[in-house]
Every structure is written in structure tokens, then in C-alpha cells.
């Protein structure tokens, strides 16, 4: 029997057709690890660090995997490219971004990943979405629930339900 475990992913876009890009993300991360077994709905919000640049939309999801944290990794990234990514300074704008917000409650510290995500506690545009999906996940370094960790956030942007035009 193979042990899985809940990969919570993040997704954003700010470049152009910005849900086709997280659509074409989604239907990839479909492909490879089967059908999410949570998602949220569609956040919008404006830029995070980099505040001169397009709004984003965001979505969380939640899959069951069981391959390594490195080979996922390599996988998000080459997905962000065939979508149409172009390499880019951080915090700045993207066609599609991946991000590995948890895998279960492993902690993984590489120079090329970090496991929590690293910023998690600080974005209300992360937060929203997984406190949607998984508000009782517990932080494994912080020992806290999503829920009371989007509670003590001090960002400040504001995330609103996506709704098209």
C-alpha cells in the first residue's frame, strides 16, 4: 500500500487571460496527480510585495500524492513553463505561478525549497483561499491552525471573491 499525503498547492496569475493560465495550470496538475480533492474559489487581489503590477487571481487546491517534495517541485515547474511562464525577477508579474504551500506536515528546508511555504503567514492572499479549503490544517513549525493563523494576519490587501465582468 502506498502512503499518500495532502499536497496544498497555490495557484496565481496576473498576466494576460489570467484564468485560462490557472485553468491550463489545473488541467496539468489534473493530469499528474489526479482529480483535487478541495478546492477554493477564485480570489482576486492586488499585488503582493511588488505592488505595480495587474491584480492577481488565486486559487488553493488540495490533491493526494505520494512522490517526493523534489520531483513534485520539478514537475510545478516545468507545468508553469509549458503554460507559458517566462523567467522573471521575484515578485514580479507571472502567467502562472505554483506554489507547495504544505505537503502533509513534512518540513523541508533546501535552498530550492522550503516546505511550509515560507510566507504563508504573512498573505491574506494564501490564507483566504486554504482557510476555504482546509481552515483546520495545522502549521507543522507554527502549531497553529490555518484558521487562527488568517485570524492574526497583519496584511492588509484585501481578497474578494473573484466575479467576472
Known sequence: ????????????????????????????LELE????IGMSQLY?????????????LNR?????????????????????LETGRKQRGTWEERELDIDIIFYESDIINTPNLKIPHGLLHERKFVLVPLNEICPDFIHPILN??????????????????????
Open 144 to 165: 497553529k491552525r490555518v484558521a487562527e493563523i488568517l485570524q492574526h494576519c497583519t496584511d492588509e490587501l484585501t481578497v474578494n471573491v473573484w466575479t467576472p465582468n
Open 44 to 56: 482576486e487581489t492586488k499585488a503582493w510585495g511588488n505592488t505595480g503590477q495587474a491584480q492577481f
Open 1 to 28: 500500500m502506498v502512503n499518500t499525503k495532502r499536497l496544498i498547492l497555490h495557484l496565481g496569475s496576473n498576466m494576460g487571460d489570467r484564468l485560462a493560465y490557472l485553468t491550463q495550470g489545473f488541467k496539468g
Open 60 to 80: 488553493a487546491a488540495i490533491y493526494e500524492c505520494n512522490q517526493m517534495p523534489q520531483t513534485i517541485l520539478r514537475k510545478l515547474k516545468d507545468l508553469e
Open 33 to 36: 496527480f489526479g482529480k483535487p
